[in-house]
């Protein structure tokens, strides 16, 4: 049985906190977080006690914890954790700064502790028979990837202040599902973006709100990433891969699969909501494959190296938004 603390009660939090409790190899015992409510909210509806973060990094009887705290303090934690002797699973990204993010992963090796980010989509059973399929060849040579990724609406613009920009906060999920199924990291990266939904988002935050980015590869294979804070008729997840003999796709899920076919014509239900209803899943089989790592030994599926490459994906993005150029990785 892994014994698991959890650091960080917020929304995230509530999502892991759900996945331990529901897991028959895993026992959440504690949960902290700077809200002393939210703790005891979540400990309480999981059996768990209220502990102070530092008390449970320290706790030897703790074999593992799951951050879910802000991303400033990621890369503090991780490192603490691992010198502990804890497996970690963290939620991305590693850090805003790649530097630091690069630190903590030399810092985090050197204990020969398991750390996995949370890249949850790399669990969700329609991507995952999509990287199957490629890896079987079914469309020969991939070629082309685009991946839509529009959220129903903003998030809070104080949430956006301190995100780190729509590249590392959002679109770093999209890279790492370029890297997971095209493999190895992008030659260079050309972004650009407007705040289209919200323009205090430009105004007070400095952000944008709808962005592509153009990823170039060595052998010339291309990425496109589209992101959008709006999408007014639900969370749209989209991913197609054309290849030398055919394309694959993935598209949304949708709140039913009702579809009505008249004379007056075809429709069908909108996609689901939100994260939450989409990837519920794809977090308890993430959940279920960190178990295999802490207890079983099983190799790490998408360690803290993996979130550095996809945090430097995003910061040559950045840049690239910042200079209207193309930014090369051998830059960043």
């Not at 008729?233 to 709140?255: C, F, I, P, T, W």
Request: proline share 5%; glycine share 8%; net charge negative.
């Amino acid at each position: 049985m892994l014994t698991v603390g959890l650091l960080g009660a917020g929304r995230i939090g509530a999502v892991h906190a759900a996945a331990i409790a529901a897991h028959p190899r895993s026992r959440l015992a504690a949960v902290s977080d700077a809200v002393a409510a939210s703790a005891e909210t979540l400990a309480a509806r999981h059996g768990a006690a209220v502990r102070a973060t530092e008390d449970i990094v320290a706790d030897p009887a703790i074999d593992a914890v799951l951050i879910a705290t802000p991303t400033d303090t990621h890369a503090d934690l991780i490192e603490a954790a691992t010198a502990a002797g804890k497996a970690v699973l963290c939620e991305k990204p590693v850090d805003l700064s790649l530097e630091r993010a690069r630190a903590c992963l030399r810092a985090a090796d050197a204990t020969g502790r398991p750390v996995m980010m949370g890249f949850n989509r790399r669990f969700d059973a329609s991507f995952r028979a999509l990287r199957a399929a490629l890896d079987a060849g079914e469309i020969g040579t991939p070629e082309m990837l685009a991946v839509t990724s529009f959220d129903p609406a903003p998030p809070p613009l104080d949430y956006v202040r301190h995100s780190g920009g729509l590249f590392r906060d959002m679109a770093i999920h999209d890279f790492d599902m370029a890297r997971f199924l095209l493999g190895g990291m992008p030659e260079s990266v050309w972004a650009t973006g407007s705040a289209l939904v919200d323009p205090a988002i430009a105004e007070a935050a400095g952000d944008v709100d709808t962005a592509v980015a153009t990823l170039r590869y060595a052998d010339g294979r291309l990425a496109v990433v589209r992101n959008s804070r709006r999408a007014a008729y639900g969370y749209d997840q989209r991913v197609e891969v054309l290849g030398s003999a055919g394309l694959l796709e993935v598209g949304n899920m949708r709140e039913t699969t009702l579809r009505r076919s008249t004379e007056a014509g075809v429709t069908g239900a909108k996609p689901t909501y939100f994260f939450l209803e989409r990837y519920m899943p794809a977090y308890r089989a993430e959940w279920d494959a960190f178990v295999g790592v802490a207890l079983d030994g099983a190799p790490v599926p998408v360690g803290l190296e993996d979130g550095v490459a996809a945090l430097a994906v995003a910061e040559a993005a950045t840049r690239s938004l910042a200079t209207g150029l193309p930014v090369r990785l051998a830059d960043v």
